[in-house]
């Protein structure tokens, strides 16, 4: 299985409302062997030192999108852990109400989601991939406890 994004990654700028920083947001298509698999949205907080990842995968079946699910994660410390870690949040909730986006899952459901190894997979390429999420999640500072 290959994945590849489908064009440029698109990168945003914008201005924290809690902290005054700018941040970047990335978004894109991604393709595994060549077709159409997923859309994401991912957007790096420094003030909290973590990435926010909502990933829609499906068929993409126009207009109704009757298969389409919105997984969401955070990528960050957490107690006790020295280095980031992915954690599942509700997906979608900072993203519009089109149709495209499909059912949006919270924990419990992405947890029993058949396709949460592909989310996870996804991710994972992302970080690797993605120039916002590569840059901020392998070179984030060791959480203060840990040092």
């Known amino acids: 299985m290959r994945f590849e994004f489908d064009g440029e990654v698109t ?10 920083e700018v941040h970047d947001l990335d978004s894109g298509f991604v393709t595994r062997d060549g077709d159409r698999y997923a859309v994401y949205f991912a957007a790096w907080y420094p003030h909290e030192g973590e990435a926010w990842v909502d990933v829609t995968l499906g ?12 997984f969401g994660c955070r990528i960050g410390h957490v107690p006790g852990q020295a280095e980031p870690a992915c954690s ?34 996804l991710v994972d390429w992302l970080i690797v991939n993605d ?7 392998f070179h984030m500072p060791p959480t203060p406890d840990s040092a």
């Open 131 to 137: 120039p916002l999420l590569h840059r901020h999640v």
């Open 88 to 121: 599942l949040t509700q997906g979608g909730a900072a993203l519009g109400d089109e149709p495209i986006f499909g059912r949006r899952l919270d924990r419990d459901a992405a947890l029993t989601d058949p396709r949460l190894s592909a989310f996870w997979e």
């Open 11 to 20: 990168t945003r700028h914008r201005r924290c409302d809690v902290c005054g």
């Open 59 to 70: 068929s993409w079946q126009a207009p109704e999108y009757p298969d389409q699910v919105t």
